[in-house]
């Protein structure tokens, strides 16, 4: 037994001293890659490895986020900001009078509510897994298939929707006109104190652009501060964007392509089916195709997938490693169905990760969290 204890710490040392690369004879030295990423200039860093598939002109590299930019339409102010804060906490916009964006989206669960799926109008279930708000400014579509192309355009629809808020927008801006105190707040913020549709979405939007990531320890350590990784963190940060192969989807400093993929995850056959983008558009090209999430935060948003049935991370490490295997069930295929089946994206393969090198891909994942906050939740208008 003693022999094992002293075996294991060496083999793991090794490992994290020198990384060994795809070719046979090659090895990285970890405190050499430590400097290449912490130097403060990506431009030293080593060359990603990218799928053919990926589009190589569009591609970015992964950094710490830069400021949030607000549209020409809809520019900041903090007292519009606050008006959207005040909005996205009213659980009078529901037809109950007791669901608000807040009750998904809540800020000590990593702006999440932590469930499989959301509960809804009459204690509903949603049909997909309740995304972050955090840095969702960075998004160029919203929710899982995109339906919405904007945070203004997407703040309508929670309200609408049957199984969340299942209030009729008209009915929903009458709401907040019977309440006296809004007019103050919206005298505030757009200069007089008329409230429409588009006002409390541009509110709601404003504020939620608000909602950005602090520094995460892997900002701090590809910004200079050296020490601020592990040598497991260092080798699972070069896993990431190279044999791991996370980088082809999970880039950008909002560790997100935001574009759509088929990572096998529509469940077809199952009471759980979800044809994602596809049901937006029509096109059999985008069949079982879902937004990239981003990766920041991601410790704290737990469950994960559009359908939120892993429960770990380390799951999810797995099933790429698989190579995302899509069951098909056999009894579709010669019948009108089978022309509805997922084709997953070409991207995705076997990763042959050991384990040494699955853990540290999760140390690293686990680097682009920070601890949940807390806010000041606004007293409500009368």
């Known amino acids: 037994m003693k022999i094992k204890h ?44 990218l799928d053919k598939n990926v589009d190589k002109t569009t591609f970015q590299d992964i950094g710490p986020l830069p400021e949030m930019t607000y549209p020409e339409y809809n520019k900041y102010s ?31 669960l990593g702006w999440t509510d932590n469930l499989t799926r959301s509960f809804g109008h009459n204690r509903q279930n949603g049909k997909r897994n309740s995304m972050t708000i955090l840095n969702s400014g960075y998004a160029k579509t919203l929710f899982w298939d995109g339906r919405a192309s904007s945070l203004e355009d997407q703040a309508q629809f929670p309200i609408a929707d049957p199984l969340e808020m299942n209030e009729k927008l008209t009915i929903a801006v009458d709401k907040i006109v019977a309440v006296k105190g809004y007019g103050k707040l919206f005298t505030e913020a757009f200069g007089d104190e008329k409230v429409t549709l588009q006002r409390i979405q541009y509110a709601i939007a404003t504020f939620e652009r608000t909602i950005k990531s602090p520094k995460s320890k892997f900002d701090n350590f590809v910004s200079g501060k050296s020490e601020a990784f592990t040598d497991q963190q260092v080798t699972g940060l070069h896993l990431f964007r ?18 759509f993929h088929n990572d096998g995850q529509s ?23 879902f937004r990239t ?22 799951d999810v490490v797995e099933f790429y490693n698989l190579g995302n295997p899509a069951a098909i069930q056999k009894k579709y295929l010669g019948t009108a169905r089978d022309s509805l089946i997922p084709v997953t994206s070409p991207i ?19 680097t682009l969290s920070t601890p949940n906050g807390r806010i000041a939740t606004p007293k409500m208008p009368e």
């Open 6 to 49: 002293i075996i294991l710490p060496i083999a793991l040392l090794i490992f994290l001293s020198a990384y060994k690369t795809d070719d046979e004879n090659e090895y990285i030295d970890i405190q050499h890659l430590r400097k290449l990423y912490s130097s403060g200039n990506p431009a030293s860093w080593p060359k990603p490895t």
């Open 78 to 108: 903090k007292e519009k900001a606050f008006l959207g804060k005040t909005l996205f906490f009213d659980p009078r916009l529901s037809v109950s009078g007791q669901i608000a964006c807040a009750s998904c989206h809540n800020p000590e």
């Open 242 to 259: 190279t044999k791991a192969q996370c980088i082809n989807c999970h880039n950008t400093p909002y560790f997100s392509d935001n574009q």
């Open 267 to 289: 469940l077809f056959g199952t009471k759980d089916e979800d044809f994602g983008r596809y049901n937006v558009t029509g096109d059999k090209k985008d069949l079982g195709k």
């Open 293 to 314: 999430p981003t990766l920041r935060e991601v410790a704290n948003t737990r469950p994960w997938m559009h359908h939120g049935h892993f429960p770990s991370l380390l």
């Open 348 to 366: 995705l393969k076997k990763l042959d990760l050991n384990r040494a090198e699955i853990n540290a891909l999760l140390a690293f994942i686990e």
